[in-house]
């Protein structure tokens, strides 16, 4: 299978790309419709073995940057019982020349989107309970499990800053996002660096 058929696949829903990389590494240039999924020594594969279960039953392959993890990770899942179809490690560039489209997730500061906020339609992944701390105004509210659900409410001409408690699920959300052609920004830091920066915040209800 070519990585243009892999991209193929995956984005019909008939193949799953785990990325194992580092999640700043996925934020900086990802193939497009794979999902990040960090790998590390401990306990990495039973979580995303029940993951992967929900999903149904579909091949699996393995992104990696080097031999060592792309192997490290295939025997996790192995011991699980997954048995990934194949294990790409060469990295993003030998991905870009396999034909896999690469898209990437820019970060933005809390100070630049406090700064530009006019240009802007941040999106507040966090779930309805953490909102009670204030959002961002002007912010559109949808929990991260949402998202998918809410494309259509969004303009394909959008800029988009997806915010969270700390920066980590809008960086999914992000990435989700940029695989399907919206302009997007990870505010990094999330809500913990707004506050932190003393920006405004307004009731959940009046964002």
Known sequence: MTGAQMMEAASEGRLLMLDVRPGVAYARGHAAHS????????????????????????????LADNAVVGAAARGALQEVGIEPEAVWDG????????????????????????GELADWTVIDVRE??????????????????????????????????????????????????????????????????WLAGRHPTVPAGQA
């Open 91 to 114: 990295g993003p560039q030998a991905w870009r020349e396999s034909g896999l489209s690469l898209v990437s997730v820019p970060d933005i500061t809390a100070d630049q989107l406090a």
């Open 35 to 62: 999902v990040s999924v960090p790998f590390a020594q401990r306990g990495w594969a039973a979580p995303v073995k029940n993951w992967l279960d929900r999903q149904g039953a579909m091949p699996v392959v393995l």
């Open 128 to 193: 309805p309970y953490e909102w009670r701390s204030g959002v961002i105004p002007g912010a559109k509210t949808i929990p991260l499990n949402q998202v998918p659900g809410q494309l259509g409410s969004l303009s394909p001409v959008g800029r988009y800053a997806l915010v969270c408690a700390h920066g980590n699920r809008s960086q999914s959300a992000a990435a989700f996002l940029a695989d399907r052609g919206f302009q997007v920004a990870n505010v990094r830091g999330g809500m913990a660096l």
